[in-house]
């Protein structure tokens, strides 16, 4: 099973797309492949799927809800400098996926029409910047 946020879902058509948390391409996500009730879909919801190959590219099946929005806390990532020692240099190295599931949450939060294509693009320049100034780990 994969994990991912949903990145837009239209209640009317009944497909989406989603990012998966490995990162690479978005999926797509079709309402007969949800094993929960498609209004509980808003951009940001955690889920869990199998990965399957289409005939259009990559498609989420068995999509089941793990959690909404908000509800993950850091956790995993290391951190440069000492709050105790006064020092101003504190934050928070995240490895590269974590970096790129806040950047996709703060971007679906920020601006909610953005398409899955346009978020995949603005993350992966951003991860780069990011790799960059080593504000992520390799």
Request: glycine share 12%.
């Amino acid at each position: 099973m994969v994990t991912g946020r949903v990145l837009r879902f239209d209640q009317v058509r009944g497909y989406g797309f989603i990012a998966p948390d490995t990162g690479g391409a978005d999926v797509f996500l079709h309402a007969n492949d949800l094993l929960d009730d498609k209004h509980a879909l808003r951009p940001g919801t955690i889920v869990e799927f199998r990965l399957e190959g289409g005939d259009r590219g990559l498609k989420a099946s068995d999509v089941r809800i793990v959690g909404q929005r908000g509800t993950t806390a850091h956790t995993q990532g290391s951190y440069a400098g000492s709050h105790e020692s006064g020092g101003d240099d504190l934050c928070e190295v995240l490895s590269e996926s974590e970096f790129k599931r806040e950047i996709t949450e703060l971007l679906i939060t920020t601006v909610p029409t953005l398409t899955g294509t346009q978020i995949a693009a603005i993350r992966q320049e951003l991860s780069s910047l990011a790799k960059s100034y080593k504000w992520v780990e390799s």
